[in-house]
């Protein structure tokens, strides 16, 4: 599969096999390969939410620097 010109390389996190999109957006969230994925993004997920909830502002990362 491409993503662009860009073929898609792959890596394992914990026996789980991860895209080039999954990797972009593990470093845009500054999450690492030992990371609790699921739980960090539920937990992001929540603190998202309770800014929605408070009118604030919510602004996506910065887009990560290819490696």
Do not use: C
Not at 34 to 60: G, M, P
Request: charged content about 30%.
């Amino acid at each position: 599969m491409l993503i662009g010109d860009e073929p898609q390389k792959k890596l394992s996190v914990g026996g789980r096999i991860l895209s080039w999109h999954d990797r972009l957006v593990m470093q845009a969230y500054g999450f690492s390969d030992s990371d609790a994925i699921l739980e960090k993004l539920l937990t992001l997920n929540l603190e998202l939410s309770e800014k929605e909830k408070q009118d604030e502002s919510v602004i996506s990362p910065w887009a990560p620097q290819e490696r």
